[in-house]
């Protein structure tokens, strides 16, 4: 079965600062990669998607993704976070079948 | 519209007892899950439908039971109730390749 591995399980930043959130993943077959956002006690929200289209994918908030088959990563990345931004990140992979995958979770923190 | 609804969104349960979650999806998606989120654990897939009388596990399905009678409804069940199913469940909707859509969650405690 597929899966995805986030690297670092707390990420700190100035606001200001580039935000980098990685995830590799793992699948037998071309994947479709997501990258959601939870906001405290709140359900989870798309942020992206990679779906064999661009290998650049451009979401809501100024965030981006590249998907980097080699690599067999989907990192997520800001330029410049903002305080807003500060939230707990989920990359998942689905193998363009039934059920999909998360990885564990980055809690981004943005300091003043 | 309303998507994805959940209920109840918060309960506590005493060990042994029984309770079903409901999901219901006004979006005629055909995939529907069932998730739960512990700390620092991500997401984990619990059961999973790819249409009306369809269900298969998924990664933590022991303890739960679901079923999907209707494209609309997919309730998860819990059996005997054990400390350890204290956790956040979400419910999904998915159609084909595109992202899942999830309820704002159901909080259940099992003391």
């Known amino acids: 079965a597929q899966s995805v591995t986030q690297l670092g399980s707390h990420v700190s930043v100035s606001e200001g600062a580039l935000v980098l959130l990685r995830c590799n993943y793992s699948s037998s077959v071309p994947p479709y990669l997501f990258w959601y956002v939870q906001y405290p006690n709140q359900g989870l929200q798309l942020l992206l998607k990679y779906t064999s289209a661009a290998t650049l994918v451009k979401g809501i908030n100024g965030f981006e993704a590249e998907f980097k088959k080699s690599e067999t990563s989907f990192h997520l990345t800001k330029p410049s976070a903002h305080m807003s931004d500060a939230a707990e990140y989920f990359c998942?992979?689905?193998?363009?079948?039934?059920?999909?995958?998360f990885g564990a979770g980055t809690r981004l923190t943005v300091k003043p | 519209n309303a998507g994805v609804t959940q209920t109840p969104k918060f309960r506590i349960l005493k060990i042994g007892q029984s309770m079903t979650l409901q999901c219901t999806q006004d979006m005629n998606h055909n995939y529907m899950y069932w998730y739960r989120q512990d700390p620092g654990m991500g997401l984990k897939l619990i059961y999973y439908?790819?249409?009306?009388?369809?269900?298969d596990k998924g990664e933590v399905p022991n303890g739960y039971n679901v079923s999907r009678s209707t494209t609309e409804d997919f309730p998860l069940r819990l059996e005997l109730a054990a400390p350890s199913q204290t956790s956040v469940y979400f419910c999904g909707a998915r159609q084909g390749g595109d992202t899942i859509y999830f309820g704002e969650g159901s909080w259940l405690t099992v003391v």
């Open positions: 998942a992979v689905s193998d363009q079948g039934n059920d999909m995958r």
């Open positions: 439908s790819v249409g009306a009388g369809i269900t």
